[in-house]
């Protein structure tokens, strides 16, 4: 059974830095797509930032510069640091994973085979 864990959340101002993490458990397919999306309740999911199992990178306009996804296979783990925080980045957190190609996951509406339980970051002015 596969198991996404978020951490690292939490309230910092405006131009501050968070590193979001997320541990991955029981996820056996030899291909994948990682990735951060952020949504509010009763809001449309918005696409942070992916990671395909060959490395290569893609981020939404709004966050290009500033945040930067990562991953650590040793430790079967994926991060999301997020620098230059803006009051607008305020939103849950989310990490996820798909067996498939992102450009495929991110085409299908960012339709997640896989998803954590979220962590709220909150940036105030």
């Known amino acids: 059974q596969v198991q996404l864990v978020e951490s690292g959340g939490g309230s910092v101002q405006a131009g501050g830095s968070l590193r979001l993490s997320c541990a991955v458990f029981g996820y056996t397919y030899s291909s994948y797509c990682m990735g951060w999306f952020r949504q509010a309740p009763g809001k449309e999911r918005e696409g942070v930032a992916t990671i395909d199992s060959d490395g290569s990178t893609s981020y939404a306009d709004s966050v290009k510069g500033r945040f930067t996804i990562s991953q650590d296979n040793a430790k079967n783990t994926l991060y999301l640091q997020m620098n230059s925080l803006k009051p607008g980045d305020t939103d849950m957190y989310y990490c996820?994973?798909?067996?498939?190609?992102?450009?495929?996951?991110?085409?299908?509406?960012?339709?997640?085979?896989?998803r954590g339980q979220g962590t709220q970051v909150t940036v105030s002015s």
């Open positions: 996820a994973a798909d067996p498939r190609y992102c450009r495929t996951v991110v085409a299908d509406r960012e339709s997640w085979s896989y």
